[in-house]
């Protein structure tokens, strides 16, 4: 006889359990899942921002420090100012001039550390008067504007372009080109139309937007040897480099009459050993009269051109922060006027300052 063959009785709902179980595991490691990338993108996310506010208080750190560095250089300035430079014991007399060997005209660096940030400072002080002055091509008059003979031959020779030299002298005089003292520039020349300035310019930058003023022109010659400066100042003879010095020469004496060739580089080669402490009523060097024939050179004119003192001064400080990757840069650049006859936005060491330029990168 056969057997019969039981089977135990199963509860469905442990079945329905058991798949419950199951899903809500799956639905658990999901959410873990989930959870685990949201707390590595927030992670991510954090550690970006903490990033960017670091680099944020450090570019705010170098910009305050890149202005200190202006006012450091300000007072190098100020302290050479109020001292005369040099002092005959025999006479008495002083003497008050500008020159290359000056504190101010030596670049130098310093260190900082404020608020964990650290870096350094590097300062740079530049005579603006050892450069051709555009804003002297004219003379404002009450009669109308009037052309400086001999600022215009020193920028001809300088440029090596009368076309370019007209086309400056267009862009600052009054005439708008109705006959006048400046060339007009007209498509007939080559050139495309422009609007005129017809009044001194601000910044040398301005010259730019004249289209007889290639990018060559102004970036090998106009940016090294000329400046935008207000009109009435000399080129400092003790400053000013050799091709400055040798446009102002030809200007006065194209001939080399009175003004003997290579005199602009027997002016320079004194340098640094020697410097002029004068020039009125006679040349006179640290340690003798200068090179020949520079007394005659001064009376045939170069004399209303040039001088030993300087006002104008270009500074740029440049602030690193090096305790952060990248390291962080920020440079200002200012044109500034010394003890000058204009309004003064600040004063530094006794003595009043006029920015006349600013500019932040």
Not at 173 to 190: F, K, N
Not at 233 to 253: G, H, K, R, S, Y
Not at 300 to 310: I, Q
Not at 318 to 330: C, G, H, L, R, W
């Amino acid at each position: 006889m056969a057997r019969r063959t039981t089977h135990p009785i199963q509860n469905p709902k442990s079945k329905i359990q058991n798949g419950s179980s199951g899903s809500l595991l799956i639905v658990v490691l999901w959410i873990v899942t989930v959870l685990g990338v949201l707390a590595a993108a927030m992670g991510g996310y954090l550690r970006t921002e903490i990033h960017l506010a670091r680099y944020q208080l450090a570019r705010a750190h170098a910009k305050a420090w890149a202005k200190a560095g202006i006012y450091r250089a300000l007072y190098k300035l100020a302290d050479d100012f109020k001292v005369p430079e040099y002092t005959d014991l025999s006479s008495g007399n002083t003497y008050d001039y500008d020159w290359l060997q000056d504190d101010w005209a030596i670049p130098w660096t310093e260190t900082f550390s404020f608020g964990g940030s650290g870096g350094t400072v590097e300062m740079t002080v530049t005579d603006e008067e050892r450069r051709l002055n555009v804003n002297q091509l004219v003379e404002r008059a009450i009669s109308g504007d009037v052309l400086d003979d001999e600022m215009y031959a020193a920028f001809d020779q300088l440029l090596n372009n009368t076309p370019a030299v007209n086309a400056i002298l267009d862009y600052l005089d009054q005439d708008q080109c109705a006959g006048g003292i400046g060339a007009c520039v007209s498509p007939s020349e080559g050139q495309s139309t422009y609007r005129a300035k017809n009044d001194d310019i601000v910044a040398l930058e301005e010259l730019r937007e004249i289209p007889a003023i290639t990018t060559g022109l102004y970036e090998n010659i106009l940016q090294d040897f000329a400046s935008a400066v207000p009109s009435g100042n000399m080129v400092n003879i003790n400053t000013a480099p050799q091709p400055v010095l040798e446009a102002l020469i030809t200007a006065v004496d194209p001939s080399h009459s009175a003004c003997p060739s290579g005199l602009a580089d027997d002016l320079v080669n004194l340098r640094p050993t020697e410097w002029f402490i004068e020039l009125v009523p006679a040349p006179q060097t640290s340690s003798g009269s200068g090179p020949t024939d520079l007394d005659t050179c001064l009376t045939a004119g170069l004399g209303t051109l040039v001088d030993v003192e300087s006002s104008f001064f270009r500074i740029v400080a440049k602030a690193q922060i090096t305790s952060v990757t990248p390291a962080v840069e920020y440079q200002i650049e200012a044109i500034v006027e010394r003890d000058g006859a204009d309004t003064p936005l600040m004063r530094v060491g006794g003595i009043d300052f006029h920015i006349l330029g600013w500019r932040e990168s």
